[in-house]
């Protein structure tokens, strides 16, 4: 069964500026985001190279044109060949470990790939002379916060390894604003959901950990059911609360966000929330997998995890202001129809 992106059909911008025509590194662009962030640039005219160690990404989630290197970013010798042979413009730093549970049982790993791996990508920048970095955050950052509406001046307090790991690169990524004059800017993903409304990519983790795809998965009978984990949050159903955002949505806030930084002298760092300012409950959640697929499967309570936050909900007005970024896709149940579609093409293949 072949699950390889559908063949790119968009367009490229003419009359380019020299940011339109800039040389993009995109590295982790195999997967999940990284792919959707991909067929963005190459529709805004953009020039890219993937870099990834397909841990987690598929060479075939691709466009079959698009440049690729399999390297992993702890590589500093990979990174520094890369980087001398090519004439980056700007980096998009993906690559990395996502897993938050994961993350409880095995921090030295993300401490290693995420932090460490960052820290020799920013050196190989340094070093080349590459300053402009989009870096991928999370919504992790902000940990247990009670905030209805997170904004960007909440306080950094991460609850597990992974969200550290996160909130570190976020400070170093200040420091090299302050000191080696980087014009870097974070945008704090909340949870990136659905898949490309043309069909052309979608989630593909192995194993899956994101509720939307695993509930779709139980909608097909790929397991047995569902799991809630935690049902007396202090939320409006007991469950976990989430801002869910379209992968499209995430995508393309990446064009303005390189836009923004073109637009830089220098020595700055940005935070940015990329979320919808809705939440909703994983019983929502799984009820709206449920209506999509038109399949029922059960769903057991069991005890809360470590390291999850009761409710992470975004405040998305910094985006629209620095970045004039809204989402287009804000509603849950076209996330769950465009994983649902992308899903059910890929099984016909």
Not at 26 to 34: D, E, N, Q
Request: with cysteine; net charge negative; proline share 4%.
């Amino acid at each position: 069964m072949s699950l390889a992106v559908r063949a790119y059909s968009g367009f490229r911008a003419t009359g380019l500026t020299g940011f339109l025509m800039s040389r993009i590194l995109l590295t982790g662009g195999a997967g999940f985001i990284g792919s959707h962030i991909c067929l963005k640039l190459l529709q805004t005219g953009h020039d890219l190279v993937v870099f990834d160690n397909l841990s987690n990404g598929h060479r075939d989630a691709l466009p079959a044109d698009t440049p690729f290197i399999e390297g992993d970013i702890r590589d500093s010798a990979a990174l520094g060949k890369l980087l001398k042979s090519h004439d980056f413009s700007a980096v998009i730093h993906l690559a990395g470990l996502i897993e938050a549970g994961i993350s409880v049982q095995d921090p030295a790993s993300f401490y290693d790939v995420n932090v460490a791996g960052s820290v020799r990508l920013f050196e190989a920048m340094r070093a080349t002379g590459v300053r402009r970095l989009v870096f991928s955050s999370s919504a992790a950052v902000y940990g247990a916060a009670s905030a209805s509406l997170l904004t960007e001046d909440e306080p950094v307090l991460p609850v597990n390894p992974y969200g550290r790991s996160k909130a570190m690169i976020e400070d170093i990524l200040r420091d090299y604003a302050a000191v080696y004059g980087f014009s870097a800017i974070a945008l704090r993903y909340f949870n990136a959901a659905g898949a490309d409304p043309k069909g052309r990519a979608g989630e593909r983790h192995d194993p899956e950990t994101h509720l939307i795809p695993l509930g779709l998965m139980a909608a097909t009978g790929q397991h047995s059911g569902m799991k809630i984990f935690g049902t007396d949050y202090d939320t409006k159903d007991g469950t976990c609360t989430r801002d869910y955002v379209h992968v499209d949505d995430v995508a393309r806030a990446h064009v303005p966000a390189l836009e923004y930084l073109f637009n830089q002298a220098g020595g700055v760092f940005e935070a940015v929330n990329i979320g919808t300012g809705r939440g909703y409950s994983v019983r929502e959640v799984l009820e709206c997998c449920r209506a999509v697929s038109g399949k029922s499967f059960p769903i057991d309570e069991a005890g809360p995890r470590a390291g999850d936050s009761p409710r992470l909900v975004a405040s998305a007005d910094k985006a629209r202001k620095i970045l004039n970024w809204q989402p287009e896709y804000p509603d849950l149940r076209d996330m769950v129809s465009h994983a649902w579609n992308f899903m059910q093409s890929s099984s016909d293949e």
